[in-house]
């Protein structure tokens, strides 16, 4: 007997909230254009993958996964980490944008960390003003580094959220963080 395998069997099941799904979207979107985005900026040499170190604090368990590995494998969360360091920032940017970018990063690159890794969460478990502020930090960012596709892709998606947010919703039930 055949046996139909299911898509979601090795990698993480189907969102079931409304929230869940446009969350990762958001992160699955994103990603590509800061990644993009960090291609332009970032040096060459940040994405030469390099021999594993023996010891220091890049092989440490809890350092920072852009001191570990290549650019080329980091996430969208990882990529927020290096462009929100105050001493990455052109110095063009304009300063309210600046401010705006460099003032609770924690929240944002949470908020682009995907469920079920460290930090991350379900969309559902994020408030509205999460949201309203990790999208208007990712507003910042497309000014400071002056990206048309992340302004754009932002524009983009008001509308969606807009809806998603309209619609009456109750929890799935589907646990904590």
């Not at 040499?45 to 650019?71: D, N, R």
């Amino acid at each position: 007997m055949e046996v139909d395998e299911d898509v979601y069997s090795s990698r993480d099941p189907p969102p079931q909230h409304l929230l869940d799904d446009l969350h990762e979207q958001v992160l699955l979107h994103f990603e590509i254009l800061l990644r993009e985005l960090l291609r332009r900026v970032a040096p060459p040499s940040l994405f030469v993958t390099q021999p594993p170190l023996s010891g220091g604090s890049a092989s440490s368990i809890y350092a920072s996964p852009i001191s570990s590995k290549p650019a080329h494998e980091w996430e969208a969360c990882d990529v927020l980490e290096y462009l929100c360091d105050r001493r990455r920032v052109p110095r063009e940017a304009d300063p309210a944008d600046v401010t705006a970018l460099l003032s609770e990063t924690q929240r944002l690159t949470d908020f682009m960390t995907r469920r079920y890794r460290a930090r991350g969460r379900s969309g559902q478990h994020w408030a509205r003003a999460d949201w309203v502020l990790c999208l208007s930090k990712l507003g910042a960012v497309a000014r400071v580094y002056k990206d048309e596709a992340l302004a754009n892709s932002l524009m983009q998606l008001e509308p969606q959220f807009e809806l998603v947010f309209s619609m009456p919703m109750r929890p799935t039930g589907t646990g904590y963080f």
